[in-house]
């Protein structure tokens, strides 16, 4: 078992209803990470600045993180700095200073290589197919991007889609993506261009999973204290992503149950500030959550 992850490291400010929390640990790669390593080893690969924070990198190291493709450059760390709505409906970007992470053209080292799971987090879709091609014999390549991207590098993308086994978007960006106004023929155009697995991230109102002809919908958990929504999706992931690498195969039953360990991983996330939730939780916090969830969509 062995996953890589290459995505952003973060400093973020975030400020909720519930507070504000300035340049705390954040990233996709971070969420992520702390995600999947209750479920497998996990690589990082990403970049810092020389004001990042060493507690930071013991954090990361002491939870079993691999930090050998974490790379640290002169200069300021990504800075993103938001606000959300007191009900979560949307958030304001109020910041967002790429520092070293503007010049990021990540590098496997020889190891990472090897790893059976990749997972490229939002990033150019150029260095995502770089990457992809850097890898030896991975057994699965999830992927996620974004409406900037889909707008702006529109053939990269397709060519970095074309590589990728699972996709993971919301479904604005899906029907951005295919031309489609239905999420259901969206998620069809979208498997045309290369993914054979496609999970649409739906926020409160959960997830969908796409595989061949199969179609599988989860809920999110409901919950009745939400902090801070930043890194949600790249936690889902991590938690999805984290179980299909230890699973013995890749189908449509380690699927469906990958969307749930990832909306069950999820959901500790939105719970406390930047990593909190996720880093206070055990794997048998992630099952009990696991099977809560199965037992409330059972009928």
Known sequence: MSLVVV??????????????????LGGAACFFSVAAMQFTQVKLVGIVGDDFPEEYVTLLAERGVDLA????APGQTFHWHGRYADDYSSRESLATELGVFADFSPELPAPYREAQTLFLANIHPELQANVC??????????????????????KALA???????????????????????N??????????????????????????LFAGDDIFALPAMPLDRVVDPTGAGDTFAGG?????????????????????????TASFNVAEFSLDGLLSASRADFDERYEALRQLVSF
């Open 7 to 24: 995505g952003s490291v973060a400093l973020d400010t975030v400020e909720t209803v519930v507070g504000t929390r300035e340049r705390v």
């Open 69 to 72: 493709g974490l790379d640290r």
């Open 133 to 154: 091609q850097q890898m030896t014999h991975p057994r699965l390549i999830g992927c996620d991007t974004m409406d900037f991207w889909i707008n702006g590098e529109p």
């Open 159 to 181: 060519r970095t889609l074309s590589m990728v086994d699972l996709l993971t978007i919301n479904d604005e960006e899906a029907c951005l993506l295919s031309g489609e106004h």
């Open 183 to 208: 999420v259901i023929r969206a998620a069809r155009g979208v498997m045309r261009m290369g993914p054979k697995y496609l999970v649409v991230k739906r926020g409160e109102h959960g997830a969908l």
């Open 240 to 264: 999805m992503l984290g179980h299909l690498d230890a699973a013995e195969s890749v189908d449509v039953a380690s699927l469906r149950r990958g969307v749930a360990y990832g909306t069950a």
